[in-house]
C-alpha cells in the first residue's frame, strides 16, 4: 500500500516536470520566433533606404549639377549595401551607406532651392524617417535579444535551454566608429 | 516592458475582483435591505445583469463611440506623411502591429490610444497637437499613447470603468427610489423580513451607507490606477524613444496652451487622453486625487530627472527623487537596462536656439519696463513703456485690452 502510494507521488512529480519542460519549451520557441522576426525587421527597414536612394538622387540631379562625385559617392556605397552577402559585410556596408547618406544631406543644404522643392522636401521626410525606423528596428531587436537571453539563461529554465540548445543571440552593435559620431560640419 | 505588461495583467484582474466584490456586495445588501434575506440573491443578480449588459456594450463598440465621439477622421500615410511616419517608428520600437492613425479637428493640444488588444487599436491626436510640436515632442506623445496599448492599459482601463458605471448606477438607482418611495418600502421590509422590523431598518441603513460610500470608493480606486498608468506610461515613452526631453517639452506645449477645451471632453473619455482635458473642474484643483492624470508639471520635472539612462528603472529613479515617495514602478520591472539617451534631432535643436533667443529678448523687455498682456487667443503682447494710448488691439484677433500701467 505505501509502496503505491510512493510510486503514484513520484509518477505525479515526473508528470510535473515534464509540462513544465514542455512549457517553458514552447516559451522558448516563441521567444525565438520573436527575435527572428525583429532581426527582420532591421532588414526590412535597409530595403527600404535602398529603395528611395535613386529617387533622391534623381531628384535632385537637377538642382547640383556640378555635384557628381556626391552623387556617385552615394549610388556605389547603395551597390555595396545590396551586394553584401554575410551579416558582417552588410552591418559595415550599411555603416557606410548610412556616411554616404549624411555626406550628401550635408551637401544640399547648399541649395536652397533644392531645400524648397516638394517632392525634396517629402524624399527627405521619407529618408529621415527611414533612418529613425532602421534605428529603432536595431533597437526592438536588442531588446529583445536581451529579454530572450535573459530567460535562456536563468535558473532553472536554462536547464531546459540546455537539453534543447537555444542558444544565446547576439546584439547588434553598431560596428563602425564613424557611425556613432555625429558628422562634423566643417565650412 | 515585459515584466511590466506581465504585472500590469494580474493586477488588472486583482483590481477588477476588487471592485467586483464592491458591485456585488452592494447588489447584495441592497437587495437585502428592500427585500429581507432573499432579497441578497436577487440583488447579486441585477447587479451582474447591469455589470455584463455595460460590459457588452463598451467591449463590442467601444473604440468606434469613443472615436466617433471626438470627430476623429482616419489618416493615412498621404495625407499627412509626418504624424503616419512617427506612429510607424513607434510601432517598430515596440513591436506592436501598427495601429489606425486618426487626427480630431480640434485646436486643443491632445491625444489618445484605443482598442482591447494591440491588434485592433486606434491611435489619434487634434490637430492642434500637430500645429505645436516638432517632430521629437509628437515622437514623444506618440510613444505615451503607444505605451497605454503596449500595456494593456486600455483593456484594464475600460473594464474598471464599466465596473464604476454600474456601482454608480446601481447606487443611484437605489438611493433614488428610497428618496421616492420611503413609505411603501416599511410595507416590504416587514412583509419579508423574519426578524422584525430592527434588523431590516439596520440593514436598510447599512445598504444607504454603502450606496454612498461605494461610488467614492471605487472613484477613487479609478482615479489612483489612473494616475499610476499614466506614470508607467511615461516610462515606457522614454524607454521607446530614448529621448524623454522630447516628451517633457512636449507637455510643456501642452500646458502652456491658452486654446479653448477640447470640445469633445466628457467624463467618461477623459481618462484615456494624454492630459486631463479638462481645464477647470469647478472648485476643485485638477491636480489631487479626484483627477485621473497626474499633475504635469510634475510629469515634465521626473521626465527631465532622467539623466542616467532611459530605462524604466531611470524613470523610476527620478520618480523617487522628484516625488519623494515610494515608486510607481513594480519591483520586478527594475531590472538594470543599459539604455543610453539619444540627442534631439536637427529640428528640434534649431528650436531650442530660437527658444533661448525669444527668452533673452524677454527678459530684456522686462528689464526695461515693457508691459506683458495675455490675449485669450494665445498671443502674448508686449507693449513698451512708452506706448500712448490706454488700450492696445491683438494683432491676431482683434480683441481690445486696456493697458495698465501700474
Same mark, same amino acid.
Given at each position: ?41 532591421? $532588414? ?81 521626410? !521619407?529618408?529621415?524617417?527611414?533612418? =529613425? ?22 535558473? +532553472? ?12 543571440? $547576439? ?9 556613432? !559620431? ?6 | ?36 434575506? $432573499? ?34 477622421? +482616419? ?9 503616419? =511616419? ?151 515613452? &522614454?524607454?521607446?524613444?530614448?529621448? +524623454? ?20 471632453? =466628457? ?20 491636480? $489631487? ?61 534649431? !528650436? ?23 490675449? &485669450? ?15 492696445? !488691439?491683438? +494683432? ?11
Amino acid at each position: 500500500m505505501v509502496v503505491l502510494i510512493i510510486l503514484l507521488m513520484i509518477a505525479a512529480g515526473l508528470l510535473l516536470v515534464v509540462l513544465y519542460v514542455i512549457g517553458t519549451y514552447n516559451v522558448f520557441v516563441g521567444l525565438r520566433n520573436q527575435v527572428d522576426n525583429a532581426w527582420s525587421q532591421i $532588414d526590412v527597414q535597409l530595403k527600404r533606404r535602398h529603395d528611395l536612394i535613386p529617387n533622391l538622387v534623381e531628384t535632385a540631379k537637377g538642382y547640383m549639377q556640378h555635384e557628381r562625385g556626391t552623387f556617385e559617392a552615394v549610388t556605389n556605397a547603395r551597390a555595396q549595401a545590396m551586394g553584401a552577402k554575410t551579416v558582417a559585410e552588410a552591418a559595415k556596408a550599411e555603416g557606410a551607406l548610412g556616411d554616404a547618406l549624411s555626406k550628401f544631406m550635408l551637401v544640399v543644404e547648399n541649395y536652397p532651392d533644392l531645400k524648397a522643392n516638394q517632392n525634396f522636401l517629402a524624399l527627405q521626410e !521619407e529618408l529621415s524617417s527611414t533612418e =529613425n525606423k532602421i534605428a529603432f528596428a536595431r533597437q526592438a531587436y536588442n531588446d529583445q535579444a536581451m529579454f530572450f537571453n535573459n530567460r535562456i539563461q536563468m535558473f +532553472p529554465s536554462n536547464i531546459v535551454a540546455g537539453i534543447f540548445t537555444f542558444t544565446k543571440r $547576439d546584439f547588434f552593435e553598431v560596428s563602425a566608429a564613424e557611425e556613432r !559620431e555625429a558628422p562634423k560640419v566643417s565650412f | 516592458m515585459w515584466e511590466l505588461i506581465r504585472i500590469n495583467k494580474r493586477n488588472s484582474v486583482l483590481l477588477l475582483m476588487l471592485m467586483a466584490v464592491c458591485l456585488l456586495g452592494l447588489g447584495a445588501v441592497i437587495g437585502m435591505a428592500i427585500k429581507g434575506p $432573499d432579497g441578497g440573491m436577487l440583488g447579486l443578480m441585477i447587479a451582474t445583469g447591469i455589470w455584463v449588459i455595460l460590459t457588452l456594450i463598451s467591449f463590442s463598440s467601444g473604440d468606434q463611440i469613443m472615436l466617433a465621439a471626438s470627430n476623429a477622421v +482616419p489618416v493615412t500615410h498621404d495625407v499627412n506623411p509626418q504624424l503616419f =511616419n512617427v506612429v510607424e517608428e513607434m510601432s517598430i520600437a515596440s513591436g506592436l502591429p501598427m495601429p489606425k492613425v486618426y487626427i480630431i479637428n480640434d485646436p486643443a493640444p491632445n491625444a489618445f490610444a484605443t482598442g482591447r488588444n494591440p491588434k485592433s487599436a486606434s491611435v489619434a491626436v487634434t490637430a492642434g497637437l500637430l500645429a505645436k510640436l516638432n517632430r521629437d515632442e509628437l515622437q514623444g506623445v506618440v510613444g505615451h499613447e503607444m505605451s497605454h496599448i503596449l500595456h494593456r492599459d486600455i483593456l484594464f482601463v475600460t473594464l474598471a470603468g464599466v465596473m464604476l458605471g454600474s456601482v454608480a448606477l446601481l447606487s443611484q438607482v437605489f438611493l433614488r427610489g428610497m428618496m421616492y418611495g420611503g413609505g411603501s418600502r416599511r410595507r416590504y421590509s416587514s412583509g419579508g423580513g423574519k426578524g422584525g422590523g430592527g434588523a431590516m431598518a439596520i440593514l436598510l441603513i447599512v445598504a444607504i451607507v454603502a450606496a454612498i460610500l461605494a461610488p467614492i470608493v471605487t472613484q477613487l480606486l479609478y482615479f489612483a490606477l489612473s494616475r499610476r498608468r499614466e506614470y508607467l506610461a511615461d516610462a515606457g515613452s &522614454a524607454r521607446l524613444t530614448r529621448y +524623454p526631453e522630447g516628451l517633457a517639452n512636449a507637455l510643456e506645449k501642452i500646458a502652456d496652451d491658452r486654446a479653448p477645451q477640447l470640445a469633445s471632453a =466628457n467624463k467618461v473619455t477623459a481618462p484615456m487622453f494624454i492630459v486631463n482635458p479638462f481645464k477647470k473642474m469647478g472648485e476643485w484643483n485638477l491636480s $489631487d486625487m479626484t483627477s485621473t492624470h497626474p499633475p504635469i508639471s510634475e510629469r515634465i520635472r521626473i521626465l527631465r530627472n532622467m539623466s542616467q539612462g532611459a530605462s524604466l528603472k531611470d524613470y523610476s529613479d527620478a520618480f523617487v527623487n522628484v516625488t519623494k515617495s515610494r515608486t510607481v514602478m513594480p519591483a520586478s520591472a527594475l531590472t538594470k537596462e543599459d539604455i543610453a539617451l539619444r540627442e534631439a534631432s536637427a529640428e528640434a535643436k534649431e !528650436e531650442q536656439k530660437e527658444k533661448q533667443l525669444r527668452q533673452v529678448g524677454d527678459i530684456m523687455r522686462k528689464v526695461n519696463g515693457f508691459i506683458f498682456l495675455t490675449c &485669450a487667443c494665445g498671443m502674448t503682447l508686449k507693449i513698451p513703456p512708452n506706448y500712448a494710448a490706454a488700450t492696445v !488691439e491683438c +494683432p491676431r484677433c482683434h480683441t481690445t485690452h486696456n493697458v495698465n500701467k501700474a
